[in-house]
């Protein structure tokens, strides 16, 4: 079965740095990857999606990569703010839809003022 | 994307006895998807719940203890059954977004078993 490590359980950073996070998956390359925020007794919402055939994906301050070789997905969020902390989800969609997601076990950001 | 209202956003239930969690989607999705996550853990699946038909359980989650209903296509509720301190968690729904809107989540339901 699929597996996805994010191989930070936390990362400390100084505001005004870029935050990057790391996931990587076994097995075979799924349709979508995505990365959600989660913050303390919230559901998580919904960042950014990237597809297997695209390398990289932007979002005001957020940037995804997408490498179906090294079998990795890299988030940056530049410029990080304190109200940037949170704890960050990678997920994989393995059928492009419609079928439940598969969850990293996540990373939490602390930015510090 | 989809809007979900997830009640209640928190119990404490005493063992044994079972607590009905809802989900109320303001549109018509296909399947919805209920998870469970355990304190500093990720999201784990529990079951699929696709309207008109029994919901498609994952590995250890089994219908009599998370019986799940679907009676149309805006609305799904998951019940724990019989609850021990294991159960205690944070329970959510998920529906998947339209095209490139990734999937919109409630805002959970932290139970608490004592």
């Known amino acids: 079965s699929q597996k996805i490590e994010q191989n930070s359980e936390a990362l400390n950073i100084q505001e005004g740095k870029t935050a990057t996070l790391t996931c990587n998956y076994t097995n075979y390359s799924p349709a979508y990857l995505q990365w959600y925020r989660q913050d303390p007794g919230r559901g998580p919402v919904f960042l950014l999606l990237i597809r297997e055939n695209e390398k990289e994906k932007r979002k005001e301050r957020l940037k995804v990569t997408f490498d179906t070789t090294l079998k990795q997905s890299l988030f940056h969020i530049t410029a990080s703010q304190p109200a940037d902390s949170a704890t960050y989800l990678c997920a994989l969609d393995p059928y492009s839809g419609n079928t439940p997601l598969v969850f990293g076990k996540g990373t939490r950001l602390s930015v510090i003022a | 994307s989809a809007v979900i209202s997830q009640k209640p956003s928190r119990d404490i239930c005493q063992r044994g006895t079972s607590l009905t969690i809802q989900c109320q989607v303001d549109?018509?999705?296909?399947?919805m998807f209920w998870y469970r996550q355990q304190p500093g853990q990720s999201l784990t699946l529990i079951a699929t719940?696709?309207?008109?038909?029994?919901?498609?359980?994952e590995s250890g989650f089994v219908i009599d203890k998370f019986p799940i209903s679907r009676p149309n296509l805006t609305f799904s509720t998951l019940t724990v059954s019989n609850m021990s301190p294991e159960d205690s968690s944070i329970y959510l729904c998920?529906?998947?977004?339209?095209?490139?809107?990734?999937?919109?989540f409630g805002s959970g339901t932290r139970l608490t078993v004592v």
């Open positions: 719940a696709n309207q008109g038909s029994e919901a498609t359980y």
């Open positions: 549109s018509q999705v296909t399947m």
């Open positions: 998920s529906v998947e977004g339209r095209s490139s809107y990734g999937y919109t």
